[in-house]
């Protein structure tokens, strides 16, 4: 997959393009059906399949202390979109421009002349330009003026309501990790390279991998059961703590990681962590004496879930 950052650097095709445009927070079923549809299009037409995506997110940009907490980071996001076999990622800065460019303008300039759109895939509630005012009728309307067929995606529904991002982010925050995993197609995870840290799980006893999470806002915080991949194609079981470490009043957020019945150096190693169960909120306690005390606690609870696992497992 080709990662083209801005316009400046979209060199012009040998060939024209198939199209999707969207945020794909997370990559949920809906998107997988989008990025499928993307994909059968890109090899009906014998063309390179193309998926732009916005930085900031528009909503970031024009409401930054009302956006919702993301699902994926972008690195996430790119790596999930390359096992899609997507061939081109347009990524594209959302800054003061780009908000003010009409909805005729961005189909003329960026889809028409830069990406000889040949094909869009695209919902049917799909709003963009300025004022939001363009629609899919607007997309069809510019398809025929320009010779590219518009393609409307179908609302995914489980359970009755329909997948999205949002509802994904509720069920994370009311701790259901399981509806989390339905509606994602995979259980929910953050990933990230091992790195140094201050050595205070050694020193307690119970030695952690850790990851730096950057600035960057996170939907999850906390003690959780999760499963660790990325060492030696293994699937490792741990207790994982995400947050700022308040008992001794950390500033960044850092995931850490326990991995149960492991003893082996993997700084440097890039791990996937998946979020199973929630044992309990963040706290702040009295002494490290106290904070080991709950460690304890918490790895019991997370063996007791993993023992549930394999009981339930047909």
């Keep these: 997959m080709r990662l083209i950052r801005g316009l400046h650097n979209l060199t012009p095709p040998t060939s024209a393009s198939v199209v999707t445009i969207g945020n794909f927070d997370g990559i949920h079923l809906g998107h997988q059906q989008v990025l499928e549809q993307l994909r059968?299009?890109?090899?009906?037409?014998?063309?390179?399949?193309?998926?732009?995506?916005?930085?900031?997110?528009?909503?970031?940009f024009f409401a930054p202390g009302k956006?919702?907490?993301?699902?994926?980071?972008?690195?996430?996001?790119?790596?999930?979109?390359?096992s899609k076999q997507i061939d081109n990622l347009l990524c594209l800065r959302f800054n003061r421009d780009l908000a003010e460019l009409c909805a005729e303008d961005f189909v003329k300039q960026i889809l028409v002349e830069r990406l000889k759109i040949r094909h869009l895939v695209i919902g049917d509630d799909f709003r963009f330009g300025k004022n939001r005012r363009g629609n899919f009728q607007l997309l069809q309307d510019c398809g025929e003026q320009y010779g590219f067929a518009v393609e409307k995606t179908e609302t995914l529904l489980i359970d009755g309501a329909r997948v999205s991002s949002t509802r994904i982010r509720e069920s994370i925050l009311n701790?259901?990790?399981e509806q989390a995993s339905r509606l994602l197609g995979r259980p929910y995870s953050l990933s990230g390279k091992v790195c140094h840290g201050q050595k205070l799980g050694r020193d307690?006893?119970?030695?952690?991998?850790?990851?730096?999470?950057?600035?960057?806002?996170?939907?999850?915080?906390?003690?959780?059961?999760?499963?660790?991949?990325?060492?030696?194609?293994?699937?490792?079981?741990?207790?994982?703590?995400?947050?700022?470490?308040?008992?001794?009043?950390?500033?960044?957020?850092?995931?850490?990681?326990?991995?149960?019945?492991?003893?082996?150096?993997?700084?440097?190693?890039?791990?996937?962590?998946?979020?199973?169960?929630?044992?309990?909120?963040?706290?702040?306690?009295?002494?490290?004496?106290?904070?080991?005390?709950?460690?304890?606690?918490?790895?019991?609870?997370?063996?007791?879930?993993?023992?549930?696992?394999?009981?339930?497992?047909?």
């Design 67 to 82: 956006a919702p907490k993301r699902l994926s980071r972008f690195r996430e996001k790119l790596a999930y979109l390359k």
């Design 175 to 177: 701790n259901d990790f």
């Design 204 to 314: 307690l006893g119970f030695p952690t991998i850790n990851i730096k999470m950057g600035d960057k806002t996170l939907i999850v915080k906390g003690i959780f059961a999760v499963s660790v991949k990325g060492i030696d194609n293994r699937v490792l079981q741990g207790v994982a703590s995400i947050g700022t470490r308040p008992t001794i009043n950390g500033v960044d957020t850092i995931l850490e990681v326990f991995i149960l019945d492991f003893d082996q150096d993997v700084y440097g190693y890039r791990v996937e962590v998946e979020f199973l169960h929630k044992i309990r909120d963040e706290q702040k306690f009295d002494s490290l004496q106290e904070l080991k005390v709950h460690i304890e606690q918490d790895t019991v609870k997370a063996k007791q879930y993993f023992d549930l696992l394999i009981d339930s497992t047909p």
């Design 40 to 60: 059968l299009a890109a090899v009906q037409h014998k063309l390179p399949g193309t998926v732009i995506i916005f930085e900031p997110q528009p909503i970031e």
